[in-house]
């Protein structure tokens, strides 16, 4: 039987030789494809500035240092996303606050969140649940009412569209995932979008040490110039040549392999709209997920995966509460992130499946378990 997988990469031929090309060139980190990347996706998203960095990790780290925040100040989040979206506020000694989701899209709840401010609070951190854009507007509004900074954790929705503008274009701090397994797959890599020309400056010297000339800036002219200046501590996190030239062929392939990826999630939305003990999660009509995951809440959840496994179908459960781990302080008041996670469970999404891989988990699920 064949097994379908979860996840899967999709590295297009013209990739692999883009990648050939830089190694073969002599210079493999930081630089000439890097900044060429950088003004490809800023471009994409509609923003100003893009700083290519190693992770989507290494962005929302960074976001965090941007703001200044002094110890101990409140950052409200939320409790389902990838544990590094939290980890990044503790990096900074700031405090995570959980909000509770909207119980129909894993998306921070814009109430919830506003009765979490308090006099430490400093800034929302949003996630993009699956690549589903949150309700960017009324969080916005929000943060300007109350001198709040916004970051929107994009790992998921690179594509994604809310209201007629791509994510990453709406704020000033939107941190994005290259990941083998995302919808824009560099092997490894990511990016903070940036409207501001002074966060941008900063963040070009802050991934690479905070030195405030990067090594290939100091090969250029007739000889390589040995000195620079460190204004601050900063850290090994750039982007190299070697993902900008992947990401480069992959960024002209998003918007095509995305539309695949919606189909795949529609034809999931149609075979399993009416079956006993799945729900399916909204849709909007204002918004288009880029469908980094689709998400299904089945009850007996595990019950399903079990079968499912047994038929040789992957499935993923995304994510565990993160205020259930001990670095973070609990928060039993979480009724709607408690009940999602507990039936929460993702099934296969990537561009190698067929038709017929799709159908033959629907079947897995439509046949009881």
């Known amino acids: 039987m064949k097994r379908i997988a979860l996840f899967r990469p999709a590295i297009s031929e013209d990739a692999i030789a883009a990648a050939a090309e830089v190694l073969r060139s002599g210079w493999l980190g ?35 240092r941007l703001l200044d925040l002094p110890e101990g100040a409140e950052v409200i989040t939320t409790p389902l996303t990838f544990v590094s979206t939290n980890h990044a506020i503790l990096y900074e000694r700031c405090t995570p606050i959980f909000a509770d989701v909207e119980p129909d899209t894993g998306n921070l709840d814009v109430s919830s969140v506003a009765a979490r401010i308090g006099p430490r609070t400093r800034a929302i951190m949003a996630v993009h649940f699956g690549g589903y854009p949150c309700d960017l507007d009324a969080l916005y509004a929000l943060a300007r009412g109350h001198g709040l900074s916004v970051i929107e954790d994009c790992a998921h929705a690179c594509g994604a569209v809310y209201r007629g503008r791509r994510v990453g274009g709406h704020g000033d701090l939107h941190a994005f995932s290259f990941h083998a397994v995302k919808n824009l797959a560099m092997g490894e890599g990511g990016a903070l979008v940036v409207r501001g020309e002074a966060h941008a400056a900063r963040l070009r010297r802050l991934r690479w040490l905070g030195i405030d000339k990067d090594t290939f800036q100091r090969t250029q002219g007739e000889q390589y110039r040995w000195d620079y200046d460190v204004p601050e501590v900063g850290f090994k996190y750039h982007m190299s040549d070697l993902q900008a030239a992947i990401g480069l062929v992959q960024l ?12 795949i999630v529609a034809r999931y939305r149609r ?71 507990r039936a929460a469970m993702s099934l296969p999404l990537h561009l190698h499946l067929t038709d017929e891989d799709v159908d033959r988990v629907i079947d897995g699920i439509r046949s009881g378990w």
């Open 30 to 64: 930081l630089g000439p494809r890097t900044a060429e990347f950088e003004q490809a996706f800023a471009a994409y998203v509609g923003n100003r500035h893009c700083v290519g960095l190693n992770s989507a990790t290494a962005a929302l780290h960074l976001a965090v």
């Open 252 to 263: 002209r392939r998003l918007d095509a392999e995305n539309a695949r990826r919606a189909e």
């Open 271 to 341: 075979g399993l709209v009416e079956v006993a003990g799945v729900r399916l999660l909204r849709r909007d009509p204002d918004r288009s997920s880029s469908d980094h995951l689709c998400c299904i809440l089945a009850e007996n959840r595990d019950g399903l995966i079990a079968k499912l496994g047994s038929r040789g179908i992957e499935t993923g459960v995304h994510y565990r509460r993160n205020d259930v781990y001990p670095m973070y302080r609990r928060d039993d008041s979480l009724v709607h992130a408690e009940r999602f996670w």
